[in-house]
């Protein structure tokens, strides 16, 4: 499915451990994860449930290592209400990509947000479905990635993507 070289640990683990879940042609179920399986990731890992008619994301779970990159929790809130992640973000794109294709996306956004070190963050999309077919949830990897000495974060200007810079 994704042929790509993650640039964090945590990304690589948990897209491997996705694909472990698939059975054949059908991608895994909340049921087929295990937070018991998945602890060198689990706390790198957000939970959003798909909600649809209109299409939303509701978040359910956010890890502890993502708590301390966030302006605040977003538990329980949908995705639609944040301003800033909200339709046409590029985060929201992603989201609905992953649900549209039933497929992994992986993306990578320059972070803004408290934390001066980091320059941006790893985003990996792993959808999961309760009939295997139809993304009821998504598992998401959100690994940051410090800034090297000397090294400028982005300012939140445009990517040559067309992405721009998000405040989780």
Do not use: H
């Not at 509701?58 to 990159?69: A, D, E, K, Y």
């Not at 609905?96 to 070190?117: I, M, Q, S």
């Not at 990996?124 to 000495?149: C, E, F, H, R, T």
């Amino acid at each position: 499915m994704l042929n790509v070289e993650y640039r964090t640990v945590a990304s690589d683990l948990a897209y491997k451990y996705w694909l472990s879940k698939c059975q054949g042609d059908a991608i895994p179920s909340r049921d087929d994860i295990s937070p018991e399986e998945m602890v060198p990731f689990l706390p790198s890992i957000l939970l959003l449930d798909v909600q649809e008619e209109p299409l939303d994301f509701r978040f359910r779970l956010i890890g502890t290592r993502i708590v301390p990159l966030l302006n605040r929790d977003y538990t329980g809130e949908l995705m639609s209400t944040i301003d800033n992640l909200k339709s046409p973000n590029s985060v929201w794109k992603n989201c609905c990509k992953a649900v549209d294709l039933a497929e992994p996306v992986y993306a990578f956004t320059p972070y803004v947000g408290p934390k001066k070190d980091i320059l941006d963050v790893e985003d990996l999309i792993l959808p999961l479905a309760s009939d295997g077919k139809n993304v009821n949830m998504l598992m998401i990897i959100l690994a940051p990635i410090k800034k090297q000495p000397g090294q400028q974060g982005d300012d939140g200007e445009n990517k040559s993507d067309g992405s721009r810079s998000r405040t989780f």
